[in-house]
């Protein structure tokens, strides 16, 4: 179950701290802000499910924060309670003004509070519910040139077998270096570059729709070219959070294909993704990496708690690391392992056919839908 969390904004360091305990008791997720334009910076970095938002703050009020919030594309949609020792009715109609959802006025009991905040919760839920259909995974490696996109081109492909009557669309979210084209045979690649070509504000969900391609199998594909990184127009956060919301709104499961970088438009698509698949190599060194990742997940307000993780073995070993180590190291779930199969893979690339579909009951179809099964139970 996903850990919802709250940003909460005073420069009253006391305040901070006993709000903080008496979300935290309730098993929410605390992100801290002393100022405005603190609070402005961890809003669009976080992306919390709520905000709890003092009116009186040296730098900015309240007002010009929450007005900022409801204009920046990313946290236009964040609940705001405004908690604050501002009484009258014209402060109460200024915060509502400002983009304010509810406004609580201190001192107040800690039931009500709660009471309050898990009503915005439960009514962001029920919006997004009406609005947002899609399961969002991000397939994420720790060392390039593993198989990342070998098992999600494979997971995508088997999903749609085994789910025939879902929406599922593979995402390239990558500005260049693509190969999913390649693996399915598919030459309109290039997409997602098409799309960044055009002004931010021009982007609807009918010109994201059609630079998807549909292949043989029903699944849908937003290709990115195989042209090394950096030769075209960049990708960013704002385009990531944009292309997404309207893959969110037409499909069950979307799949991310990210590249191995920890950039602003790859940390956005992990926040908004409800479960991250980290891969990794199965020796000391991929371990280590793996462990430097989900740090790094935790750092930047990722959240490794949405992180699983698949081991690809590309050779044969005499010794391999096995789940219980995984498991016990990196304090994740390890879905599985997928063998090596090198003659399965050079056949795949010789005739552009995935594996899953060259051997349906092979042991690496039966790992593929592991993942499968991992994805699809949590919905």
């Known amino acids: 179950m996903t850990v919802q969390q709250v940003l909460i904004v005073d420069d009253d360091v006391e305040a901070l701290r006993l709000v903080g305990i008496m979300l935290e008791r309730k098993g929410y997720a605390i992100v801290a802000a002393a100022s405005g334009r603190q609070a402005l910076e961890k809003a669009v970095e976080t992306q919390p499910d709520l ?73 962001k839920t029920r919006i997004n519910a009406d609005t947002e259909r899609g399961y969002i995974t991000g397939f994420l490696p720790t060392k390039g ?35 999913i084209g390649i693996q ?78 920890m950039d602003e438009a790859t940390s956005e698509a992990l926040r908004m993704a409800h479960e991250i698949i980290v891969t990794l190599d199965p020796n000391p060194i991929g371990m280590t990496m793996a462990q430097e990742m989900l740090e790094v997940l935790d750092r930047q307000s990722i959240g490794a708690h949405k992180a699983r993780v698949v081991l690809i073995n590309r050779i044969p070993a005499i010794s391999s690391i096995n789940r219980n180590t995984v498991e016990q190291k990196l304090q994740r779930e390890m879905i599985c392992g997928i063998p090596p199969a090198p003659d399965l893979a050079h056949e795949s690339a010789q005739t552009g056919r995935p594996m899953v579909a060259i051997q349906p009951q092979g042991l690496i179809s039966q790992q593929v839908r592991l993942v499968v099964q991992s994805i699809t139970k949590t919905i």
Request: aromatic fraction near 4%; avoid cysteine.
């Open 145 to 179: 040139g593993i198989g990342t996109t070998t098992l999600i081109v494979n997971t995508a492909l088997e999903m749609k077998h085994m789910y025939a009557e879902k929406q599922v669309v593979l995402v390239e979210l990558r500005e260049g270096s693509g190969t």
């Open 51 to 123: 905000i709890i938002l003092d009116v009186m703050m040296p730098d900015m009020d309240g007002y010009q924060v929450a007005g900022q919030l409801r204009r920046h594309p990313t946290t236009e949609n964040i609940p705001i309670l405004m908690f604050t020792a501002k009484t009258t009715v014209n402060d109460k109609i200024a915060g509502f003004q400002a983009g304010a959802d509810d406004y609580l006025t201190k001192p107040i009991h800690p039931a009500e509070l709660i009471t309050r905040v898990e009503a915005l919760l439960q009514r």
């Open 184 to 261: 399915l045979g598919i030459t309109a690649a290039g997409g997602l570059q098409k799309l960044l070509e055009r002004p931010l504000a021009s982007l609807t969900k009918d010109t994201v729709t059609e630079h998807i391609v549909r292949h043989s199998s029903g699944l849908h594909v937003l290709l990115s070219k195989i042209t090394p990184r950096g030769m075209g127009p960049q990708l960013t956060k704002d385009h990531v959070r944009t292309i997404l919301r309207y893959l969110n709104t037409d499909y069950d499961y979307i799949l991310l294909d990210l590249p191995l970088a």
